[in-house]
């Protein structure tokens, strides 16, 4: 199917209720197949750890497998959180990746761990703070992207470095961002710009994307904007199935526990929460895009167009999985030619 506007997916790997969390990566699968016969563009994993909701800690495993079993579809990391690794380590797994699917393959990396503090700290050494994690992070992407590219500058400690295997096509790099700085910087080292506006805390405003155009000089780049959605027949519907993200994102903004599950809508009570947890809840529900097809079309397009996006892509949480699928069809048929 055709598509009028490019239409991608952020998959969250949640653990759906009445599935095991190892059926997860089944159901990643079988949404990504399904996007794909709907005219998706791309499909993305996202990297989580020591989460019960979002259940994928290795998305360079679980792209290799949906990869194999798709055809057209370009697979990637939204993203791989580069604090957990070696950038050297990150180039060799894509660039085996984008070896075995040529011309099909993305790298989307972020700054964040993606999870709770002790898992990071398992993971790797502690980056720091501020102005250190933030120049690190800086140094990671750059060295990263000479290594995908076999472009480090001959003064670069490792440019003797051969990085196999030799890849025609490289994976395409993105950097997830929610600030002008970051998408300055992913501008400047030359990233495409995956900007991100469902984490909740206030949505990043179209200035960084313009931020981003200028800091690619004459290289334009490619912005894409991913969008909290919940697409449904009925509008109150679609609410509804939100509010299972809703909850989770206000739990952990108050327990900062990451360890919560998506509750079923009809379970959730959203006046029992605390004034901080109402808050979160009340402002991801504000944030997302929720309705019918031709609604949640109509609210997509006024976003690309304020943001001045090349792409969207869509980021959408459910309790039940049947329910997820049908919320991408839907809006894929919304924005048929």
């Not at 679980?62 to 697979?75: P, V």
């Not at 984008?98 to 972020?110: Q, S």
């Not at 944030?287 to 976003?303: F, I, N, S, W, Y």
Request: aromatic content about 6%; proline content about 6%.
């Amino acid at each position: 199917m055709a598509l009028s506007t490019p239409l991608s997916v952020l998959d969250l790997v949640p653990a759906h209720a009445g599935r095991a969390p190892r059926e997860a990566f089944r159901d990643a699968l079988t949404l990504a197949r399904a996007c794909e016969a709907a005219g998706y563009t791309r499909f993305w994993i996202s990297e989580h750890h020591g989460m019960q909701a979002y259940v994928c800690p290795a998305p360079v495993v679980l792209i290799a497998h949906i990869a194999a079993q798709t055809e057209r579809m370009r697979i990637g990391s939204g993203g791989v959180m580069l604090c957990n690794y070696s950038p050297l380590h990150v180039a060799e797994s894509f660039r085996v990746l984008a070896d075995l699917h040529p011309a099909r393959v993305d790298l989307g990396i972020g700054s964040a761990p993606g999870g709770d503090a002790r898992s990071a700290e398992a993971l790797a050494a502690p980056a720091g703070t501020g102005g250190a994690a933030r120049q690190r992070y800086a140094d990671q992407a750059r060295d990263l992207l000479g290594f995908l590219k076999g472009q480090l500058p001959a003064s670069h400690r490792f440019a003797d470095v051969r990085v196999l295997p030799d890849c025609p096509t490289p994976p395409e790099p993105f950097m997830l961002c929610r600030s002008e700085d970051s998408a300055r910087l992913a501008g400047a080292l030359g990233y495409n710009l995956a900007l991100g506006l469902f984490t909740g805390g206030g949505d990043p405003s179209p200035a960084c994307v313009r931020a981003y155009r200028e800091a690619c000089g004459d290289r334009r780049g490619h912005a894409v904007l991913a969008v909290a959605v919940v697409c449904a027949e009925d509008g109150a519907r679609a609410r509804a199935l939100a509010t299972t993200g809703a909850l989770w994102a206000a739990q952990v903004a108050v327990t900062g526990d990451f360890g919560h599950g998506l509750v079923d809508p009809s379970e959730i009570d959203a006046g029992a929460l605390s004034a901080t947890g109402r808050a979160v809840f009340d402002a991801i529900l504000r944030d997302a895009v929720l309705g019918t097809p031709g609604e949640c079309r109509a609210q997509l397009e006024r976003l690309r167009e304020q943001y001045g996006a090349d792409e969207l892509m869509i980021v959408t949480s459910t309790h039940d999985f049947d329910a997820r699928v049908r919320s991408y069809e839907l809006l894929a048929r919304a924005f048929a030619c």
